[in-house]
């Protein structure tokens, strides 16, 4: 009767542990599309691993963090900006976005600069024939 009864109990904390797993993830769709900070907590061969307080960590590939032709400056410890993708990939790891994050910032500051009415500066890099 003892095991019944403990059994009983398990299955009780087990539904009370399991709605309370859902609510906490619920919001995690909001994250997708959307800038965060997260911070590099390890550095690999050619990605940084990136802790954003999601359930999983992120991987970002270490050309994101420079300039075509210079070496990444990056390191374990920094708190950096990422754009979320998704929440979790099949892999069960989020997919960050350095890049995307810098045009996300990039795209904020000249939405600022045009309320204000302020002249910003730009690089042509490339042009568009007959569009």
Known sequence: MAHVAANLLDREGSDEFASLLEASLKNTNDFEGTVVKGVVINILKDEALIDVGLK?????????????????????????????????????????SREKARREEAWIELEKACEKGEKVNGVIFGRVKGG
């Open 56 to 96: 999983s960590e992120g991987r970002v590939p270490l050309r994101e963090f420079a300039m075509p032709g210079e070496d990444p400056e990056v390191k374990v410890g920094d708190q950096i900006d990422v754009y979320i993708e998704q929440v979790e990939d099949r892999h069960g790891e989020a997919v960050l």
